[in-house]
């Protein structure tokens, strides 16, 4: 018996949830994307609960990969507005001219 099979791409941003059901020898594996629930039927059993994990960490790391990368960024640029505040004081106290600062501020910005 040779059956038909359907390919659908679902981005993982999109993926709400993921869940398995297993009988003895098969399951099914069932996916949450918005309003459409898609199954996939009669997968190995030990297949279902090694999908379902993998999704659901690739999902967990997709999120905290962005959360991190943005905490990385937010700290480097306090750190750089940090020290420009800390170049202006010198400059206004005196200790810095308009040329050492401007030499300064380029340095810590990268120019």
Same mark, same amino acid.
């Given at each position: 018996?040779?059956?038909?099979?359907?390919?659908?791409?679902?981005?993982? &941003?999109?993926?709400?949830?993921?869940?398995?059901?297993? @009988?003895?020898?098969?399951?099914?594996?069932?996916? %949450?994307? @918005?309003?459409? !629930?898609?199954?996939? &039927?009669?997968?190995?059993?030990?297949?279902?609960?090694?999908?379902?994990?993998?999704?659901?960490?690739?999902?967990?790391?997709?999120?905290?990969?962005?959360?991190?990368?943005?905490?990385?960024?937010?700290?480097?640029?306090?750190?750089? !507005?940090?020290?420009?505040?800390?170049?202006?004081?010198?400059?206004?106290? @005196?200790?810095?001219?308009?040329?050492?600062?401007?030499? %300064?501020?380029?340095?810590?910005?990268?120019?």
């Amino acid at each position: 018996m040779f059956f038909g099979l359907k390919q659908i791409f679902i981005d993982l &941003d999109k993926v709400n949830a993921i869940s398995g059901e297993a @009988g003895i020898f098969f399951g099914k594996i069932i996916i %949450q994307d @918005g309003a459409k !629930i898609h199954t996939i &039927d009669n997968v190995f059993k030990k297949t279902v609960v090694r999908f379902t994990n993998k999704v659901r960490d690739a999902i967990e790391n997709r999120k905290t990969g962005i959360t991190q990368q943005a905490q990385e960024n937010f700290a480097a640029n306090e750190a750089i !507005i940090s020290q420009l505040e800390r170049l202006v004081e010198l400059k206004n106290q @005196g200790f810095l001219n308009d040329e050492e600062f401007a030499a %300064q501020k380029a340095r810590i910005l990268g120019n």
